[in-house]
Structure formats: structure tokens, C-alpha cells
């Protein structure tokens, strides 16, 4: 059974720093993209930020330049940085693994639980 477990959320001033971390566990062959996103109540869950196995990065407009994904392979874990934080970042944030479970042939698109991010003054 796949997991991915997330942590790093907490509450923040504007113009703090915050780093989501996200990990996959069980029993894996091997993982292609990684992703965040984020949900505010009654709203989408929206893009923020990918990572590709060749290690290419896109971000969404409004976190290009404060934000960085990163992934460490040998840990199954992606890393999002966030930067000069605005009160509009403040969101549930989720991370989106696509991973190929070992002993398969198939690839599955993987959610985390949500880790809360709030910035306030």
C-alpha cells in the first residue's frame, strides 16, 4: 500500500518562510512527476508547483520567483519551499506523487492528506 505523508504546515507572518516536505512509503518501483497543490474552503484545488524525474520544474504565476520544488529520489520525498509568503498563499496544501506500486505494470496518481498552511500578521 502506497502512502504519502506530508508535513511542514503552520502558521506564518507576511514575509515569512515556511518548507512542506512530502514523502511516499510502501512498497514502490518508481515515481515520475511530483506535484503540490492547494485548496482554500469552497474553492478548486489549484496548481502550484511540479517537479519531473528529469528534475524541470513549472510553477504557477503567482509563486514564480517565491516558491521552489525539489525532490530528493533516494527518499521518495519532495520538498516545496515558500518564500516572502502572502496572505493569499494561505491554503490546505496537498502533494500529488505519480508512482508505478513494485510488482506492477501501472502507474497511480497518489494524494497526501493536506498540510495547513496559514500566513496572517
Not at 510502501?26 to 524525474?53: C, Y
Request: proline letters at 2%; glycine letters at 10%.
Amino acid at each position: 500500500q502506497v502512502q504519502l505523508v506530508e508535513s511542514g504546515g503552520g502558521l506564518v507572518q507576511p514575509g515569512g518562510s515556511l518548507r512542506l516536505s512530502c514523502t511516499a512509503s510502501g512498497n514502490i518501483h518508481s515515481i515520475k512527476d511530483m506535484l503540490w497543490f492547494r485548496q482554500t474552503p469552497g474553492q478548486e484545488r489549484e496548481f502550484v508547483a511540479r517537479i519531473r524525474l528529469d528534475g524541470s520544474t513549472e510553477y504557477r504565476g503567482s509563486v514564480q520567483g517565491r516558491f521552489s520544488i525539489s525532490r530528493d529520489n533516494a527518499k521518495n520525498t519532495v520538498y516545496l519551499q515558500m518564500n516572502n509568503l502572502k496572505l493569499e498563499d494561505t491554503a490546505v496544501y496537498y502533494c500529488n506523487m505519480y508512482i508505478r506500486p513494485a510488482t506492477t505494470t501501472w502507474w497511480g496518481d497518489y494524494w497526501g492528506q493536506g498540510t495547513q498552511v496559514t500566513v496572517s500578521s
